[in-house]
């Protein structure tokens, strides 16, 4: 059918019908209202687990800045916009709101800022180039199953103790929990820590190997409803039809937050041993969202995913992994500089407090402190799960996406029997349950059953 024949047939086959005053469609207060609601968030917004204060606005303007992005003088209308939000004034901070954005839009690197003195790879062909990656290291069929599983259960465990603390500092957890180590609250599923990566599986199980950043990307969006910060920013670029890689680069001051690499594990669940396969498939479902060193993180995690099936010492394959992503980037350097701080560094509080001061020009979103968290704990962790959980949740910053990521490791090292039926038996008592259009409840096993079904694809 041609477009033309079908808005003819609209126009020639529908007969006029006179309607009333209550049926006409003028009427934009629901329009307006939810407009309304959506830049309101963007400006004064909790994180739906803990609580925390969120300001994306500020948060993108910080992001830019981080980057080396020159913006001008902005003091003036963010805190016109921050004064509008408090007092509820919609019509003023919808213009301070659209200056700020014309700004960021404006904004150019500065060449002598440090960050823009770093590496930032474009495509996946410049950043293979670039690494010496490993050989494939064999993993026996006969793990698979249970190392599955104990990884699922490790981003679900991790995600449900993580979230009641996102968005704090370590000072203000330890004052007001002192150590944690047990759930704070009853746990459940509900959060964004697997919906992304479900997404994805859905698509490597329908095109294995083959499978592109645009399918990941089409069941973004039929399958996910909504998103925040890189995540919000696709997925409104993808329903106007900008497809990866611009997706991820297009208006979106976030694409070097964590979104992808809390979603990096199952890049690399479905490729076990296999490095370089399993950063390739990041890069592609990264790039939809993120860009340069948003990138990275996903293909970090998922390089430590499909390397945690191969047995060995912990550090060594923290050590190994960081060699992996070039130090002429930026997230390199975070990796590198984090190392030197655990080595150095008699406990994890003394190298959180390293890393915490390093990066704390950077938000609680953006990937770099986040990375330094992920090490500190799997260095101070003992490969021990509970203690690697209580250290991801003593630090604080974005808690669940990193405790999600990083006990999907030590799962995958080592089976479900070095998770405790304590932090299980109650979260599992019942289906996970998302916020995705579909599926809106999925069984566990059926959950590892469909990921054992990816991994065959390619054995």
């Excluded at 329009?31 to 803990?50: C, K, Y």
């Amino acid at each position: 059918m041609k477009a033309s024949d079908h808005t003819r047939r609209l126009l020639r086959e529908t007969l006029p019908a006179l309607r009333d005053e209550d049926e006409q469609t003028w009427d934009a207060k629901d329009t307006l209202s939810q407009q309304d609601t959506e830049v309101m968030q963007f400006w004064a917004s909790n994180a739906p687990g803990s609580g925390a204060p969120e300001c994306l606005m500020a948060g993108a303007l910080q992001s830019l800045e981080n980057k080396g992005y020159v913006l001008g003088d902005y003091a003036p209308d963010l805190a016109c916009g921050l004064a509008a939000t408090e007092a509820g004034d919609i019509e003023t901070l919808l213009r301070a709101d659209m200056r700020l954005r014309a700004l960021m839009r404006a904004a150019r690197p500065d060449p002598a800022h440090p960050s823009q003195k770093t590496v930032r790879f474009g495509t996946w062909e410049e950043f293979d180039g670039a690494v010496v990656w490993p050989d494939d290291l064999p993993v026996q069929d006969e793990i698979l199953s249970d190392r599955v599983a104990a990884g699922w259960l490790g981003q679900l465990v991790g995600a449900a103790a993580g979230t009641a603390l996102e968005g704090h500092t370590a000072e203000n957890i330890a004052a007001s929990f002192g150590a944690v180590t047990n759930y704070l609250r009853p746990p459940n599923t509900y959060n964004d820590d697997i919906t992304f990566e479900l997404a994805f599986l859905e698509a490597y199980l329908a095109q294995g190997p083959a499978i592109t950043s645009a399918a990941i990307a089409e069941n973004w969006v039929g399958m996910i409803p909504l998103g925040w910060s890189a995540e919000g920013v696709a997925l409104a670029n993808l329903r106007r039809g900008v497809m990866p890689p611009l997706s991820g680069q297009l208006d979106n001051p976030f694409d070097e937050w964590i979104g992808a690499q809390m979603r990096g594990a199952i890049c690399g669940m479905v490729v076990p041993g296999r490095a370089r396969e399993a950063a390739r498939l990041a890069w592609l479902d990264a790039e939809i969202s993120h860009a340069g060193n948003g990138i990275l993180g996903e293909v970090f995690n998922a390089v430590l995913s499909a390397l945690a099936f191969a047995p060995g010492d912990l550090r060594g394959l923290v050590e190994r992994v960081v060699s992996l992503i070039p130090e002429t980037t930026e997230y390199g350097q975070v990796l590198r500089e984090t190392l030197v701080a655990c080595r150095e560094g008699d406990d994890w509080q003394t190298a959180w407090s390293v890393c915490d001061t390093r990066y704390a020009e950077y938000n609680w979103i953006h990937a770099y402190p986040n990375a330094a968290a992920q090490i500190v704990a799997l260095w101070f962790g003992d490969d021990d799960f509970d203690r690697t959980l209580s250290i991801l949740c003593g630090i604080g910053h974005d808690v669940d996406c990193n405790a999600a990521q990083m006990l999907c490791v030590l799962g995958l090292r080592q089976g479900r029997a070095a998770i405790a039926s304590r932090w299980t038996d109650l979260l599992l008592a019942d289906d996970i349950v998302t916020y995705m259009r579909r599926p809106q409840r999925l069984g566990f096993d059926d959950l590892v059953d469909q990921t054992l079904g990816a991994i065959a694809l390619q054995r």
